[in-house]
């Protein structure tokens, strides 16, 4: 199993609801990243798990809170979000290791956020 | 990481070889160069990386210069399917998260 799955692929919300998005993966990676891209953009870096501890927080705002309650799961929980939050939200995970190409991500296809 | 600069965008035909460079003259000596590239409405997917060597695999090959400021991916006989934005990174091979994307090549595969 290669795969890095993300629910939901779709996701309207308010600026006043709390979401979550979710991300999946069984390859027995202990890295794992949230990154945004905005239309016709590079995707952005958010957070990275390693080992299930945050290992980097690129100066996200705290309306984004990523959690990794175990070594195959992230989520990324949305509150108070604003219209220009609105993006597709990207989720990989990787190997973590002195090992040769470890550090290959591997993508989700992402959930497109619409924030109204 | 190293700061990467690549052509904004190509055109190939199709079945014809698609060679697309990228600059990387910052690059330090235990910094990998990584391939990606996004298909429309996908996530990023892996292509290729290497060191010093040239490197190929059923995807592609990868050629880097040997004073390492520049490399090349080079894929053999594109197909429509290949039209993709294709990004290089340089980036810690050991240890090292920050998988940080640049601009991108936008390459068309015309029939």
């Known amino acids: 199993d290669t795969e890095v799955t993300q629910t939901p692929k779709h996701l309207v919300m308010g600026m006043t609801n709390k979401k979550s998005l979710k991300c999946e993966q069984h390859?027995?990676?202990?890295?794992m990243y949230w990154y945004k891209q905005k239309a016709k953009k590079p995707p952005e870096l958010m957070f990275v798990y390693s080992y299930e501890k945050l290992s980097i927080n690129e100066s996200v705002p705290s309306r984004f809170s990523p959690e990794c309650p175990n070594s195959s799961l992230l989520n990324l929980h949305l509150h108070a979000l604003q219209p220009e939050d609105s993006a597709l939200y990207l989720c990989?995970?990787?190997?973590?290791?002195?090992?040769?190409?470890?550090?290959?991500?591997?993508f989700g296809s992402g959930t497109q956020l619409s924030v109204l | 990481d190293a700061k990467t600069t690549q052509p904004t965008s190509m055109d190939c035909a199709e079945g014809r070889a698609a060679n697309l460079p990228c600059n990387h003259s910052?690059?330090?000596?235990?910094?990998?160069v990584y391939w990606y590239r996004q298909i429309h409405s996908q996530g990023p997917q892996y292509i290729i990386h290497?060191?010093?060597n040239n490197e190929t695999n059923e995807m592609a090959s990868l050629i880097i210069t040997e004073d390492r400021k520049s490399s090349t991916l080079i894929l053999p006989h594109a197909t429509l399917r290949d039209t993709a934005v294709y990004y290089c990174?340089?980036?810690?091979?050991?240890?090292?998260?920050?998988?940080?994307f640049g601009a991108g090549t936008r390459l068309f595969v015309k029939a």
């Open positions: 910052t690059i330090s000596g235990n910094e990998y």
């Open positions: 990989a995970s990787s190997q973590v290791g002195p090992h040769r190409g470890s550090e290959k991500l591997f």
């Open positions: 290497g060191l010093k």
């Open positions: 390859m027995g990676h202990r890295a």
């Open positions: 990174i340089v980036r810690v091979g050991t240890g090292g998260f920050k998988t940080i």
